[in-house]
Structures are given as C-alpha cells and as structure tokens.
C-alpha cells in the first residue's frame, strides 16, 4: 500500500506528524511525501518519509505556468490528481493507493479499507454519512458531498480511468471559488459516483473529523477507541486549532472527554514536529525570481486569460507590473477590459512568441483584410 500527502514547506510538520503514526500503524505502508516547492530543503527529515517528491518532478508539462495560477491554499490540492497517476506509473508492483490529508493522524491498521480495495477500484468517504444538521447540509453542497482529505485507489482501469479524468479538471479548474461552483479538488468529486464505480464508504472510524462531533459515541476498551462501535482508524484534524476547538465546544458532550484526549496528545506531537518553526518557512512560489511577491489579482487575471498564460514559459522571470499591463490589471486590483487594439498587440505578442516574425506577419495580411 502507498500512502502519500501533498504540502507545502509550511505544512511539513503536520506532514510529519502523520507519516509518524503511519509508521507506526500500518508498518508495511510505503509513505511518499508530495512536496509543492522548488526544492528539499535540509529542513524536511528523510527518515519520517520513504519518498520525497517534488510536485514539479512529477508534473507533464510546463509546472511553472501550472503553479503561477494558484494560490498557496490551491496549490497542494491541485497536484493531486497527477500525483496518483505519477505513482501508479513509479510504483508498478503495488496497487493500493491512499491519499491522507497532512492533518490526519492514524490510530490502526486499514483494515476494512484493505477490503474494500479488493473489491473496489475508487473508495471514498462523505463528509455527513446520514441527514441531521441543515447548516452542515448546505455546507457540504458548497464544499463537497465528499472529503477529500481521504481517498483510496486501486489500480485497475476503473480507478485509472477516475485519476486521469480528476488529474485533467484540476489542471484547469482547481479553484477556491466556490461562487462558480469549484472548490479545489473536492467538488469535482460530487461527480464520481456518477461517472465511475466508486464505493461511498460509511465507517465511523475512517476520516473521522470536528464535522462528526456532533452527537457522536466515542468509546475506548484494551483493544484501542471506537465511534458508534467501528475500531478508530484515522482522525482528519481539520482546522486543527481554534475551528476546531469552536466545533468541540459547540458539539462534544459533556461524556466527549475522550476526543479532547485525543487531540491533546495530537496537539502535543503536531507542535513537538514544529519545534524548527518549518511553519513559518515562506512559499517558493509566492515570489518573483526578483523576490518580488506575485499579488493575488495577477494570479486570478493570469488564469482567465490562455493568451496570456501562453506567452512566455516561466512567468515568475517576469514582474507585476509586466502582467498587470498585459492582463489589465489595475492598481486597485480591478479588471480593465482591454481595447480592440491592446487586445491585437497581446495576440500579437503570443503569435510572435509562439510562431517567430513570419507567423506574425501572416497574421497582421489577415487582420488588413479584416
């Protein structure tokens, strides 16, 4: 079985915090680490991984254009798609594939999930397993009917056919725009059940998570902990920190010691893994190769326009200032829409860019004829 995560520098010790229970847990699990940055740093400890991988040495195609267009938030999300296909094509003698998010922490072995990889080629989790709280209901309809903090692979033409189709919409669409109906990876994933065979896996003791909290039925024997009587596997501590603390307060009985157990010996071991302060490490991607940070209305205008994205392979030898003339972006991050003849000289520099002076020169008979 393969498990991996994808983060940048700033999440490496949560990253860390899971590979640790991994190890522990499920011993006969080959841990990859997906790493979003330029390069491995000293920082990022070998032994808490088997595999460390730079996203851009992963990546088909141009990943600098690719990362230009997303934000940090976006960025370890957006690679995931390509990231499973990359270790189904590594990793040839294994066919189980589990993608953790980094702030999950494993408790036991998979497995009912093993199981359920025999049988099936995609496996994943909802976010709400039955109907209850109308506010959690309108959320996952914006979020995601299903988390993807967790999900499961088998290699098989099904689950192939899953990965290449996921790794192609997050090439294009891997947004925090939930106004048009993207979520980052997740929302796509409210299709799956449609379009391929997936298996909704409704154990109470996969991905649990502070959304579960509310009337939930934590027990503990010699044997481990268990929620609503399934042995505990895995907890996703999203939100780790005061929104996760918010949903304790609001929805934990008064009998919820036990997960408030849990997440202090969590908490414990997650800033124990911090004790570099790896948190404050600054993306690589954040900045020009001037040292110049990439502002977020450049990035959001950049993704909208093809032509523009296509004029020159590395945009971060650029600047804001190139981009926001060419993107028309102004000062107040606003959109100007370009005139007739500033749209001509940017279609002119991407035909110049793309086909050298003959082809422009075509293209300029064609416009006089025009």
């Not at 914006?142 to 988390?147: E, L, Q």
């Not at 990965?163 to 979520?183: K, S």
């Amino acid at each position: 079985m393969i498990i991996f995560t994808s983060v940048c520098a700033n999440y490496v010790h949560k990253a860390r915090t899971l590979a640790q229970s991994v190890k522990r847990n499920i011993p006969d699990a080959t841990m990859v680490l997906c790493l979003v940055e330029r390069e491995i740093s000293n920082a990022v400890p070998d032994e808490c991984f088997d595999h460390i991988v730079l996203a851009k040495d992963a990546w088909e195609g141009n990943f600098d254009r690719f990362i230009f267009k997303h934000s940090i938030v976006e960025a370890s999300t957006a690679v995931k798609g390509q990231f499973f296909r990359y270790l189904m094509d590594r990793f040839t003698e294994e066919d189980k594939f589990v993608y953790l998010d980094p702030d999950t922490y494993v408790y036991s072995d998979f497995v009912e999930l093993r199981e359920m990889l025999d049988q099936y080629p995609i496996v994943l989790c909802p976010h709400l397993p039955k109907p209850g709280n109308i506010d959690m209901e309108l959320s996952s309809t914006a979020h995601g009917v299903y988390n993807l903090g967790f999900l499961g692979i088998k290699r098989s033409d099904e689950g192939r056919k899953c990965v290449d189709w996921w790794a192609e919409r997050l090439y294009l669409f891997c947004y925090d725009d939930i106004q048009r109906g993207i979520f980052t990876d997740q929302k796509w994933f409210d299709l799956v059940p449609s379009f391929f065979d997936a298996k909704i896996f409704k154990h109470h003791g996969y991905d649990f998570a502070p959304w579960s909290l509310m009337n939930c039925n934590i027990t503990r024997d010699d044997g481990g902990y268990y929620i609503e009587g399934d042995p505990l596997r895995f907890i996703h501590f999203s939100g780790f920190g005061a929104s996760a603390e918010n949903c304790m307060d609001k929805w934990l009985p008064e009998e919820g010691q036990l997960f408030r157990e849990l997440y202090a010996k969590y908490a414990a071991e997650h800033n124990q893994n911090d004790a570099d302060h790896i948190s404050k490490t600054p993306w690589s991607y954040a900045n020009y190769y001037s040292g110049e940070e990439v502002k977020r209305e450049v990035r959001e205008a950049y993704r909208e326009n093809y032509d523009v994205m296509f004029l020159y392979d590395d945009p971060f030898a650029k600047s804001n200032k190139i981009y926001q003339e060419l993107l028309g972006v102004e000062s107040n991050g606003k959109i100007k829409k370009p005139s007739k003849w500033k749209r001509r000289l940017q279609k002119a520099r991407v035909i110049l860019a793309s086909k050298g002076i003959c082809g422009l020169a075509k293209a300029f008979v064609q416009w006089i004829k025009r």
